[in-house]
């Protein structure tokens, strides 16, 4: 299993947090212990989020009683409880973004590196061919006829060879080549963005966010996704949005990562 899949970061020093403080004061290590075991359960499900039908089988799963559990989950702030269904983890979600957000520039890093390496051996291999027939043509500069003759037959001959190889090439790398067709109307799309810098970023309305979710069909909730990032002032990690749309596209593959995860995991058959 991918460790990227399973892995969540937290400070080394949580348990010196106001809120964890009072919830070891109340229910000693017992409850810390328990406020973590729900935070390593919602990192499995997708949106980072539990029903509350299922506090009975967690206390049961972790030997505590279903009361303690219950005071764990609502009477400290260190969870959000939504509609009286769900409730999941805000710093759980924030921090789950930024990992995401960090792999996504990464693999893009590695595509670029990728097609700069084929790119580089392409222009070797036409440079190659290039002298070859000056060589050519330097052996045969004394003879006017032969000259002629090997300028007629060479042309042709090197043309369709180095065609030849960069049609090879073209078919080996067709994903690079679209990679490079990506990567070209990235480009364009960042000068576009560059561009509009000057204005200052303003948020979207619900109705704006629900059009494009549906747009996309990707099954956000609008909603949820407005009062999240309006009760973080619309910052992502410590620096403000600059694209609510590419944000909801990162919500959206992350939800698509965790649904393949949890056909394989069968948690509430565990449950």
């Known amino acids: 299993m991918n460790r990227e899949n399973i892995y969540f970061s937290h400070d080394a020093n949580a348990m010196s947090d106001p809120k964890c403080m009072l919830l070891i004061e109340q229910l000693g290590m017992e409850g810390y212990g328990m406020f973590w075991g729900l ?9 980072y989020k539990m029903s509350l039908l ?3 089988a967690l206390a049961n799963r972790f030997k505590v009683s279903e009361s303690k559990l219950k005071t764990v989950v609502s009477a400290y702030g260190l969870f959000v409880i939504e509609n009286d269904e769900f409730f999941f983890s ?7 973004e930024l990992m995401l957000e960090k792999r996504e520039r990464r693999v893009n890093a590695g595509k670029l590196s990728g097609q700069a390496r084929r790119m580089k051996a392409l222009n070797i291999k036409n440079e190659q061919c290039s002298n070859n027939v000056q060589a050519m043509f330097k052996q045969c500069s004394n003879n006017t006829e032969q000259r002629k003759e090997i300028e007629l037959s060479t042309t042709n001959v090197v ?3 180095c065609i030849s190889d960069n049609n090879k090439d073209s078919y080996k790398d067709k994903d690079s080549l679209k990679d490079k067709e990506r990567g ?9 963005s560059s561009k509009s810098k000057a204005k200052a970023f303003s948020p979207p309305s ?7 979710c549906k ?3 990707n099954g956000i909730d609008a909603e949820w996704f407005y009062d999240f990032y309006q009760s973080k002032n619309w910052m992502v990690g410590k620096s403000k949005m600059k694209d609510w749309k590419a944000s909801v596209r990162t919500w959206e593959r992350r939800m698509k990562n965790e649904k393949k995860e949890q056909s394989r995991s069968n ?4 449950l």
């Open 39 to 47: 935070v390593e359960m919602l990192r499995q499900q997708p949106e």
């Open 54 to 56: 299922l506090i009975p």
């Open 90 to 96: 805000p710093s759980l979600r924030e921090r789950m």
């Open 159 to 161: 043309s369709n060879s």
């Open 184 to 192: 070209d109307f990235e480009k364009s799309e960042s000068t576009d």
């Open 206 to 212: 619900v109705a704006e966010i629900e059009s494009y």
């Open 215 to 217: 747009e996309r069909n």
């Open 267 to 270: 948690q509430y058959e565990e």
